[in-house]
């Protein structure tokens, strides 16, 4: 299969805003697409070599690239530099500057020479790295016409921001594969416990849904984690559990899944990166208190090893750093609770209800120091509920996590259900809980802060349209470093127009692609003209907007954008906002 077919699909995909054409015209691709290419395709569309999780990146900066581009052009790198910032962009400069060279359409590169070439790339390391990534690109772009130049270009320096979200690429596969909407339930579920669609669209092309469903869980590929709604009234929790429920401690660390066969480990984090290098200590504690091969889920915290008492959510940011020294381990000492299991020794525990589930890390668990497990109670009534909450609070604790003792209490791979309800209580407000939004655009400031933004528009995400629409304009709660780190972040994310899955009426005055998650408080959600999320769900001609918004102070860098507050979420809190007020 010729690059260029690629080339001319993201050309495509770049002219267009609507999310049906998006779709239709992946379904074309990956019907066009022999089977045994169709994992490559799947991941080179969404700007990746291979799944998040595997952590391979190219690791190839800009000024490499235009490195790469004066070699083969034979111009100099100030040239190529004043061509990107005459076009604002690295692969319209790219593209260009081979024009100018009277470089013709090339035609000879196929899309496995292409993947080869750039997998090569992200898997060279080490001493010597940067001048053999350089060679292996090179041998690309000699062979690339200006457009392919273009996307090569944005490829390897990871800024391909075609928009495509995971839910429009199994929209995409089901239609192209099975000739309806309807199997992408089935294609979900695989991608839910293998969190690899490259590897879920290979064997549907290559086995058929039947394949797809025969895919189980293995080490090493992480399940897309299982996640809470909301409430805020105890005696409501309790109804929707029917009664009863298994309350546990709700800690505010770091959602860590840890997968163990024997020695070997492997930590992933909240939006499933892998993060085993960062926690050598708890691989240690884990090793004495886990079974031998397993899949559970904790929560890392920070903890004072003297007392046992946790520390707060800040002191484990320090712990997010690329490479963890002695310094580190010292400071900054880890403990985990485990908070759940689904996988153990070859079998599936997904299916079972959490109080089986939960028995089972009763049994299997050794309790030490650093190694426990959630802190939970049965409770029955408000009461219980109540002072069980205040009890988390006091040590050290965000609130609960009520979780349902039915039958049907499955761990629901990447939904957010009722089957778990977290109660965090905000006293200061309506809102029963911050919100999780995305960095959308920006509106410039007026006075002191010029050279920086005014305030951001921030968006939730809906994932049955998989858009972002805009719930408030956020300008208070930054400090002066926070917005030199917001400028630096969000510079790299710039785009010259409102991005295909951003859905907004207001004009921003800077767009972004949706990356950046920020937590967000507020007074109140209420009816508005202006923003989109909720629009016509409610009323007729309006939206919800957040009252007040000010920023809490943290980046939510362990979400993606697809993870952040969903547009039903804030739907429900605007509804229950209203049941609290009468
Ligand atoms: P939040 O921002 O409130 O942490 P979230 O979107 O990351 O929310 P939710 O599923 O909404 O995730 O809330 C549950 C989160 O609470 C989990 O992601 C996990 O990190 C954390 N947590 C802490 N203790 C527990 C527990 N005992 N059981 C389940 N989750 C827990």
Redesign the pocket.
Known sequence: MKYMKLAEFYQFLEGTTSRIEMTNALVKLFQETPKNLIDKVVYLSIGRIAPEYTGLDYNFSEKSAIKAISAVLGISEHNVQQKIVETGDLGDAGKELFEKAGIKAGGSLTVEEVYDTLRKIAETTGYGSTKKKMELFISLLKKASPLEVKYLLRTITERLRLGIGDNTIMDALSIAFTGKKENRAIIERAYNISSDLGYVASVLAKEGLKGVERIKIQIGRPIR????E?MAIPSFILKKLGGKAGA????????IQVHRKNDEFYLFS?RLENITNQFPDLIEFLKESIPQECIL?L?AVVIDPSSGAIRPFQDLMNRRVKYVTRFHIMMYPVAG?I??IMYLNGEDLTMKPYPERRKILEEQIKITDRVNL?T?KVVDNVEDLESFFLEAIENG??GL?C?SLQRDSIYQAGK?GFL?I?Y?RDYKSHLA??L?LVVVGAFYGKGQRTGYFGSLLMACYDPETDQFKTVCKVGTGFTEDDFKKLDEILSKHQINHKHPRVNSILTADIWYEPFLVL?ITGAELTLSPVHTCGWDKIKLNRGLGLRFPRFTGRY?F??RPE?ATTEKEIIQMYKNQLQIRV
């Open positions: 984690p299982m996640l809470a909301r546990e401690y709700k800690y505010d660390g770091e959602r909240r889920e929560e609770f908070f759940d959630a939970r604790c965000e996590v979780k957010r778990w977290k965090k809980d911050t999780d937590e939510r362990d979400k993870d």
